[in-house]
Each structure stands twice: as structure tokens, then as C-alpha cells.
């Protein structure tokens, strides 16, 4: 039965999408995410909560030399996004369907990600719900570990609460990242910060965005202790 986002269509994820259940880790119990491209050699980008992957199509459409992933929990975004993907025929795009959280901290091999990307991830405004938000100290860890050397986190959002609780994630580990500033990545058309379905629909409404980029510092070697 076909309903939702595929609007009648079937979708396709044959060779996009990928479950972490199907995820084969190696013997430490890890997984390189670069093994799911056909060039894994290429540059290594994640983003996490991809939704329907269009800063995935229009970033990797860009960027051809460069390999993306997008992570992302809800299966109907997933299916949308992979589907998508292949329709672009973007050899440099992949979808995980994982919590990104889990993934990070348990799975993914370490030094491997260029840049991570956090566009309008979910502010969970609730104070008791803010556990289930994304950026945590552990997944400041985790971030820190997936990164190569000099790698970047780039968030923004226009929840200015989510805002502070990014400003104060940042300054209470500035042992792991600096701060520097954000670049609109290609992706972005005229007057936009990133160019996603959450920040157009954003736009309209007029709500002010909030961006910053974290680099990862080499200061401490194997980050994610706890
Ligand atoms: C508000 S939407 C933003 C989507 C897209 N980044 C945009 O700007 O249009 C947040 C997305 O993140 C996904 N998400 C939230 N927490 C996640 C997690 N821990 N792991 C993977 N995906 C997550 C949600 O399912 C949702 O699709």
C-alpha cells in the first residue's frame, strides 16, 4: 500500500537506503560508513535527521567528488529520501535508517567524518522531553570521536531555545571543539542558510535562523569514554 509522502508512487530504496540492522560490523564491532559507497575513498559527510533528503540531493549534486550520509529515524522520511536519491541517480548519497544518537556513539568507526551536519533538528521544547534532544554532552563526545581532525559540526535552528542549549553545549566543551563561523554550504540558494524543507517552510512563517559550526579540536584522543 503506497500513502504519505510517496504520494501513490512506489518507492525505491534498492541501493540507497540501508537499515542498521542490516549493517555488517566488523570484528572490534564498529562500522565505517564509507564502506556503503562505490567510491568510499571520496571525502565522508553525515547529516543527521535528513527528513526528505533535499540538502542530501542538492548538496551531493554539487559535490560529486564527496560521499554523504544521511541518517535518519522515522521510516517514511527514510523510504522518501533514499527513494529520492536514486531517482538522482547520486552515487554520492546513502540513507541509514538509525537513531543517529545510538549510531554515533556505539557504532560508527572513529575519524571518519569531514563534516556533520544538524539542520532544524527536533527542539523537543517540553523541559522533561530535552533528553531526547540530539546534542547531548554524550553526543558531544561521540561527534567528537566519528570527526577527523579539524572536522566540523554544523547546527543551526530557529528554536531559540535549542539555540541556547547549543551556545551552552559549546561553551561547557570547549576541551573538544572551537567555535567559528558558519558558511551557507553550496546547497543554499539566494538568501537562505542551508536551502531544507524545515528552513523554507521556516521562511515563510518569517523566523529568524540561528547557525554556528564547531571544529573539533585533537587535543583529547578517544573522546567518548562515557
Ligand atoms: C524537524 S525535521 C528536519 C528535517 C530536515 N533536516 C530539514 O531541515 O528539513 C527533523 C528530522 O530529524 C529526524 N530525527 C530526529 N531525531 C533523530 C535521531 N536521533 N536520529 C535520526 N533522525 C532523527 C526526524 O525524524 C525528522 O525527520
Same mark, same amino acid.
Given at each position: /500500500?503506497s $500513502?504519505? *509522502?510517496?504520494?501513490?508512487?512506489t518507492?525505491?530504496?534498492?541501493g540507497?537506503g540501508?537499515d542498521?540492522?542490516?549493517?555488517?560490523p566488523s570484528?572490534?564491532e564498529?562500522f565505517?560508513p564509507?564502506?556503503m559507497?562505490?567510491?568510499?575513498?571520496?571525502? $565522508? %559527510?553525515?547529516?543527521?535527521?535528513s527528513?526528505?533528503g533535499?540538502f542530501?540531493?542538492q548538496?551531493?549534486?554539487?559535490?560529486?567528488a564527496?560521499n554523504?550520509?544521511?541518517?535518519?529515524?522515522?521510516?517514511e522520511?527514510?523510504?522518501?529520501?533514499?527513494?529520492?536519491?536514486?531517482r538522482?541517480?547520486l552515487?554520492?548519497v546513502?540513507?541509514?535508517?538509525?537513531?543517529?544518537? %545510538?549510531?554515533?556513539?556505539f557504532?560508527?568507526a572513529?575519524?571518519?567524518a %569531514?563534516?556533520i551536519?544538524l @539542520?532544524?533538528?527536533?527542539?523537543?521544547?517540553?523541559?522533561k522531553h530535552?533528553?531526547r534532544?540530539?546534542?547531548?554532552?554524550?553526543t /558531544?563526545?561521540s /561527534? =567528537?570521536?566519528?570527526?577527523r581532525p579539524?572536522?566540523?559540526?554544523?547546527?543551526?535552528?530557529? =528554536?531559540?531555545?535549542l539555540?541556547e542549549? @547549543?551556545?551552552? =553545549?559549546?561553551?561547557?566543551?570547549?576541551?573538544? @571543539?572551537?567555535?567559528?563561523?558558519?558558511s551557507?554550504p553550496?546547497?543554499a540558494g539566494?538568501? %537562505?542558510?542551508?536551502?531544507?524543507?524545515?528552513?523554507?517552510?521556516?521562511?515563510?512563517?518569517?523566523r529568524? $535562523?540561528?547557525a /554556528?559550526t *564547531?571544529r573539533?579540536l585533537?587535543?583529547?584522543?578517544d573522546?567518548?569514554?562515557?
Amino acid at each position: /500500500m503506497s $500513502f504519505g *509522502l510517496s504520494r501513490g508512487r512506489t518507492l525505491d530504496t534498492s541501493g540507497f537506503g540501508f537499515d542498521v540492522s542490516d549493517l555488517k560490523p566488523s570484528e572490534d564491532e564498529s562500522f565505517d560508513p564509507r564502506s556503503m559507497f562505490t567510491s568510499p575513498d571520496r571525502p $565522508f %559527510e553525515l547529516e543527521v535527521g535528513s527528513g526528505k533528503g533535499t540538502f542530501l540531493v542538492q548538496q551531493a549534486s554539487l559535490q560529486p567528488a564527496r560521499n554523504f550520509l544521511g541518517i535518519e529515524w522515522s521510516g517514511e522520511f527514510f523510504r522518501y529520501a533514499a527513494d529520492r536519491a536514486r531517482r538522482h541517480g547520486l552515487d554520492g548519497v546513502r540513507l541509514l535508517r538509525a537513531d543517529a544518537s %545510538e549510531f554515533l556513539r556505539f557504532s560508527c568507526a572513529a575519524n571518519v567524518a %569531514e563534516v556533520i551536519h544538524l @539542520y532544524f533538528t527536533d527542539p523537543w521544547p517540553k523541559k522533561k522531553h530535552h533528553k531526547r534532544r540530539f546534542i547531548q554532552d554524550a553526543t /558531544m563526545r561521540s /561527534m =567528537h570521536r566519528v570527526l577527523r581532525p579539524g572536522g566540523l559540526v554544523h547546527l543551526v535552528t530557529d =528554536h531559540d531555545e535549542l539555540w541556547e542549549w @547549543y551556545q551552552n =553545549h559549546a561553551a561547557r566543551h570547549t576541551d573538544l @571543539y572551537d567555535r567559528t563561523t558558519f558558511s551557507p554550504p553550496d546547497s543554499a540558494g539566494d538568501g %537562505e542558510v542551508v536551502g531544507t524543507n524545515f528552513e523554507r517552510k521556516y521562511q515563510r512563517e518569517g523566523r529568524p $535562523f540561528h547557525a /554556528m559550526t *564547531l571544529r573539533r579540536l585533537d587535543a583529547v584522543e578517544d573522546s567518548d569514554a562515557s
